[in-house]
């Protein structure tokens, strides 16, 4: 018969083993990407087009592109996001409506990244007859964007006091006096921490630019908005996959693959280290 | 003046709200008429119920039967839920009710870096990771199979089952642990008998939301589970799941052909799956606030 003791020391013994094989798992993953693939990471890697055939040469175009399509994607996001935020938050009532945008919002953040791309094609590429390019794509992963970016900014418009709106509105200030000059400035620091995360997630998704805008291989950077663009995950995706000689270009692989994660990380880090920046800031 | 102002403010707020309204609906109508067309030509019970999907036969008929790819996609998702749910609600009750605070603290950010790891780079350590390990274990030429698919998933799936199970068991009231253990029993025992038991509804929301995200999740999917449209027959088969026909297929196929709009279909079903089950855990989720109010 094994005593209670054992039979707890047994017990947290597996939860603290699931702990460690959690950590474990993001271990290998970040280790075998950087060991990998910094053998290839060269200021030329990062700066000159693919040659022969993507089997040489750098991945220049698919930063430009992942950098441009991320920065349509903010666009939309931000603005539209911190919106809906506003409204459900300073103006929106407890009733029926608000009721359907918060269900339409958790719903939203369901739907699959690949159904994003289907909706991408029928809007944006095929109805409103913007083609596959960089602002059919930006704007694919900008309406997938806005849920968490909504989600993040209404986090930060909570954490105003009620005081703020009020001494405001005592000082006869209107509604929208009251949150420009009162709320807003306190938020928007919050909003924004969200909404990096928002980005980084959008700035490593493939599904949603597929048919959209990605290209497998474009010799020249986007020149305009309407062109098509190369991007770092959809990159990898054909490095490590749909090239014709996978073997030969897997370390082009493995070093657009620390690219990315380092864009995708570093942009999670700036928003945790902002936001325990600001935790600290509204301790004190 | 000024009163007029306001109201026009707020109405324009307002119209910024029901801005995802429309985008979910949208997205909803959009893939219905796409979708549409493709029954004029395929019959429903064949969509449905044919096994086989063949939309480029030559010689035969074209056939567009989704239960494959259907049963491959929820193979690989309940497989991957077999490794994330003991993994994860354990990672969770140790964070909840074992860890220091500083441990805590530290596993939020390494939890939200799991979560930004982009689902190609998952994919793409499925390929060289995962995949040679697999078929070395199992004596197969490749390891690209719905268990690689599983194990990844599972690995996509952890940081949202384990942050909101975490959630879950925080919010219970420390009243019921404490009653627990003043009636004698020890921590293990109050954990396993009273505060998971609490917990479980928003436990089950968790692992839920696992689940259709793991439903969703292509680039993984399609860069690791080796693509072969047939029934799969067990774990170590390569399997073809809804998103990695959709992402495959679409970039081939003729603009208007009866595959064109058959790929929209699998595109609905996929929506309205994940859908139901984002609703089924949203009502759970409600419950369980609402009894712990």
């Known amino acids: 018969m094994i005593s209670k003791k054992t039979f ?55 930063i430009v592109g992942t950098v441009l399509v991320t920065v349509i994607t903010a666009l939309l996001a931000i603005p539209l996001g911190m919106g809906c935020a506003v409204y459900l938050n300073e103006y929106a009532r407890d009733n029926f409506l608000t009721r359907i945008i918060r269900l339409s919002i958790r719903n939203l953040s369901g739907v699959p990244s690949i159904v994003y791309g289907l909706f991408g094609v029928i809007l944006f590429v095929e109805s409103l007859r913007l083609g596959t390019s960089v602002l059919s ?5 900008g309406l997938m964007t806005l849920p968490w970016t909504i989600t993040a900014s ?33 938020a ?31 010799p020249f950077l986007p020149r305009s908005l309407s062109d098509q663009f190369m991007a770092l995950p959809y ?38 280290v902002l936001r325990y920046k600001l935790r600290k800031l509204k301790r004190e | 003046m000024r009163r007029i102002k306001e109201r026009v403010i707020h109405g324009l707020f307002l119209l910024n709200g029901l801005i995802v309204v429309f985008v979910l609906l949208g997205i909803f109508v959009l893939l219905v008429r796409t979708a549409v067309p493709a029954f004029k030509e ?36 309940i497989g991957s839920l077999l490794i994330a749910i003991p993994v994860g609600v354990g990672t969770a009750a140790f964070l909840s009710d074992v860890a220091s605070p500083r441990v805590r603290e530290i596993a939020k950010p390494v939890l939200e870096v799991l979560a930004g790891v982009p689902s190609v780079v998952v994919g793409f350590l499925g390929i060289v990771l995962v995949g040679p390990f697999l078929a070395r ?16 998933l599972a690995v996509m799936a952890l940081p949202t089952i384990i942050s909101l199970s975490e959630d879950a068991l925080n919010s219970v009231p420390r009243s019921f642990g404490e009653a627990s253990l003043a009636l004698g029993a020890n921590r293990w ?12 509804s928003g436990i089950l929301a968790a692992c839920m939301l696992g689940m259709g995200r793991a439903i969703g999740e292509t680039m993984t999917v399609l860069m690791a589970t080796g693509n072969a449209p047939a029934m799969p027959t067990s774990f170590l088969h390569a399997v073809r799941t809804m998103t990695a026909a959709i992402a495959i297929e679409l970039g081939e196929v003729a603009y208007g052909s009866a595959h064109y709009y058959a790929l929209f279909a699998v595109g609905l079903v996929l929506f309205l799956i994940t859908f139901g089950i984002n609703a089924i855990s949203d009502v759970m989720l409600h419950r369980y606030e609402k009894v712990n109010r």
């Not at chain 1, 909570?158 to 009020?166: H, L, T």
């Not at chain 2, 044919?50 to 039967?65: D, F, H, Q």
């Not at chain 2, 274990?137 to 990844?152: D, E, Q, R, T």
Request: glycine share 10%; with cysteine; hydrophobic share 50%.
């Open chain 1, 8 to 62: 707890q020391r047994l017990g947290f013994g597996y939860l603290a083993v699931c702990f460690l094989l959690v950590l474990g798992v993001l271990g290998v993953v970040l280790w075998d990407i950087v060991a990998k693939g910094h053998s290839v990471l060269r200021w030329e890697f990062l700066s000159t087009m693919p040659r022969k055939g993507m089997t040489e040469g750098g991945i220049l175009p698919a």
């Open chain 1, 137 to 141: 794509a930006g704007l694919t992963l």
């Open chain 1, 154 to 186: 209404e986090e930060a418009l909570k954490s105003v006091p009620n005081s703020f709106r009020e001494g405001s509105l005592a000082l006869g200030a209107s509604k929208w006096e009251a949150i420009r000059t009162n709320v807003l400035p306190y």
């Open chain 1, 188 to 218: 928007v620091p919050g909003m924004l921490t969200g909404t990096i995360l928002g980005l980084a997630r959008a700035a490593g998704e493939t599904a949603p630019i597929l048919f959209t805008g990605a290209a497998f291989y474009l």
């Open chain 1, 235 to 272: 990159h990898l995706y054909i490095m490590s996959t749909q090239h014709h000689a996978i073997a030969k270009v897997r370390p082009i692989a493995y070093g657009t693959a620390l690219v990315l994660l380092g864009v995708v990380l570093s942009m999670n880090m700036v928003a945790i």
């Open chain 2, 42 to 77: 395929i019959s429903l019970k064949d969509f449905l119920l044919s096994k086989t999907w063949n939309p480029t036969a030559l010689v035969v008929e074209p056939s567009y039967g989704i239960l494959a790819m259907l049963v491959s996609t929820f193979m690989v998702t």
């Open chain 2, 137 to 152: 274990i199992f004596h197969l030429p490749n390891g690209l199979n719905a268990l690689n698919g599983s194990v990844l």
């Open chain 2, 189 to 200: 025992e109050t954990l396993v008998n009273v505060r998971i038991p609490a917990a479980f």
